[in-house]
């Protein structure tokens, strides 16, 4: 099932500082996106998408946030990175965060 109109954040993975946010956009209908950005580092950047979702949550006032990595060969390529569908259902196949209000 798509996540449309939820929020897609291109953050920036940082060793000594708080991670950059580049871009936030949010999905259309259909649950696809396209976000773009762009940061400033000494060494190459290491960019990754964010999104918080309650797929999976089975608490009230509760969501997951989760991380998915962008490969080195996407950055810097004059073509686009298509990131193939993913489920938010899925546990366990990457270090997802759940945090509760």
């Known amino acids: 099932m798509p996540l449309p109109?939820?929020?897609i954040k291109l953050m920036e993975h940082d060793t000594l500082d708080p991670d950059d946010l580049l871009n936030?956009?949010?999905s259309d209908r259909s649950g696809g996106y396209r976000v773009t950005g762009s940061e400033s580092e000494v060494t190459s950047i290491k960019p990754y998408l964010r999104v918080n979702h309650t797929c999976g949550v089975n608490a009230e006032r509760?969501?997951?946030i989760s991380d998915y990595t962008i490969p080195a060969e996407a950055i810097d390529s004059p073509n686009f990175f298509e990131m193939k569908k993913i489920s938010l259902n899925e546990m366990g196949t990457r270090d997802d965060k759940k945090t509760c209000k």
């Open 5 to 7: 109109n939820h929020e």
């Open 24 to 26: 936030t956009v949010h």
């Open 62 to 64: 509760c969501y997951r």
